[in-house]
């Protein structure tokens, strides 16, 4: 019997749903793993072709993502695609997905403002993500963000200090993490346009190792 491939991620995966994006798409829908179903509309799973060179890991839904039930079409998404194409990429090209498949939210009167998945409710989406992993196979990985930056690199990563750099996942996978675009939009200028040509600039080195 073949051993299957190592998963790419910093923690040991156990449980991974096997099938193909279609397939693991349709068991994420009824995904009970964690309680951040009940009060979400949808899964939000990712999107993207099923042999791309490139996967784009968040950190989890938004508003916008979980009324769509698509990843990155919030003004976060419409940013990165923005930053995407300056630096020479076709988000068409990529796979885009998220740590967490839940949007999780605190009602502010006719408002869903957004909280941070904790840790268990990440460890408890961690199979879905590495099976896109292993489905996909992605040549680069980009994390933006914190939170996908640890999961993909370990607990120890600051997002400060290593943005930026490529680090080999397995033989055939490397990774880097990067800024998330919703953390630009919050900030103030001018730091809110030197990030931005941070992860620019990222992102045009992503696209140069695709091409190497």
Known sequence: MVAPPPIPLAKPVSDVPAG????????????????????????????????????????QPGDQEDLAGQ?????????????????????????LTNTVKHFKFVPRGKRRLHQRANA?????????????????????????????????????????????QWHDLDADTRAMASWHPSAI????????EQTRALLLRDLRAVAAALDA
């Open 20 to 59: 193909s994006l279609s397939a693991l798409r349709a068991q994420a829908r009824d995904c009970r793993r964690c309680p951040l179903w009940r009060p979400a509309t949808q899964t939000v799973f990712g999107r993207g072709p099923a042999r791309a060179a490139l996967m784009v890991i968040g950190e």
């Open 71 to 95: 990843p990155f079409v919030g003004p976060a998404g419409h940013l990165l695609r923005e930053l995407m194409e300056a630096a020479g990429l076709d988000p068409a090209t990529a796979y």
């Open 120 to 164: 268990a409710e990440q460890a408890a989406c961690r199979p879905w993500l590495a099976a896109e992993l292993l489905r996909v196979r992605p040549r680069l990985v980009l994390a933006l963000g914190a939170m996908a930056a640890q999961t993909v690199f370990g607990a120890s990563f600051r997002l400060t200090a290593a943005r930026g």
């Open 185 to 192: 939009l919050r900030m103030r200028p001018p730091q809110r």
